[in-house]
């Protein structure tokens, strides 16, 4: 399909979604988990990632799992890229919402609204024992909390724990009430999240911007290219 059509399908929809994975983030300089030599599919421990990311490492063997975390999945120096900017933009036009698989702030960075992070986020950061919620820069300091000792978490959903209900009932809001749905940056392989695609409605389009190709149930459009070049393009 040539861009302009593209581009049509931007200005002809009502209520865009976009379903988005890790693929958006790496021009921001953070890793996709599981592509070559990402966290998932390279050896440098003794475990595989799923279980230092899991609530039983939290559980089990709290100064393990928070060590990984700060190694492994902090960038607090990323800056959104043009996919996300975009995006955003499209979101504050309350033309559009976001799903996303990605916990790394970088859509709350460039200030998206109508914003579903079905994984949560990195930067929201609690006390188990109390609840009470502290910065990055604190947690960064200690695994501890200070007021009541209680250990800090990340609010992610991690391997053996399940999707928060309410956003997955948004997201699936968000999903159905798109007349234009966008994939990008995902290989929607990864369930629940890949599941949405079966409330959409009927009659809405699928858009898909990915490097790699994808195989989707239904009809869908596939634009095998690299996501910033489309975004560069793109005119909100």
């Known amino acids: 399909m040539e861009f302009n059509e593209l581009q049509q399908l931007f200005d002809d929809a009502k ?45 089990n063997e709290p100064e393990v799992f928070y060590q990984y975390v700060m190694n492994n999945m902090y960038y607090p120096n990323a800056q959104p890229n043009v996919i996300q900017k975009k995006q955003s933009i499209l979101t504050r ?51 501890y909390h200070q007021n009541c000792g209680g250990i800090l978490r990340p609010n992610i959903v991690l391997y053996g724990e399940g999707i928060n209900q309410e956003t997955v009932i948004k997201s699936v809001q968000a999903v159905q009430n798109a007349d234009l749905l966008v994939v990008v940056g995902s290989s929607m392989r990864v369930y629940p999240f890949a599941g949405l695609l079966d409330y959409r409605n009927p009659e809405a389009k699928i858009l898909v911007i990915n490097q790699e190709k994808l195989a989707l149930p239904g009809d869908f459009i596939m634009q095998q290219m690299d996501a910033v070049d489309f975004f560069d393009k793109l005119k909100v």
């Open 15 to 59: 209520q865009i979604t976009f379903l988005t994975g890790a693929g958006v983030s790496t021009p921001s300089g953070i890793p996709d988990y599981r592509s070559k030599g990402g966290l998932y599919t390279t050896d440098k421990t003794d475990k595989p990632a799923e279980y230092y990311l899991s609530h039983d490492c939290l559980v």
């Open 93 to 143: 036009q309350n033309r559009a919402s976001i799903v996303t698989q990605n916990v790394d702030n970088l859509y709350e960075k460039a200030d998206a609204r109508h914003l579903n992070e079905f994984h949560g986020n990195l930067y929201d950061i609690y006390c188990q024992k109390c609840g009470k919620h502290v910065d990055y820069q604190t947690y960064a300091q200690s695994m």
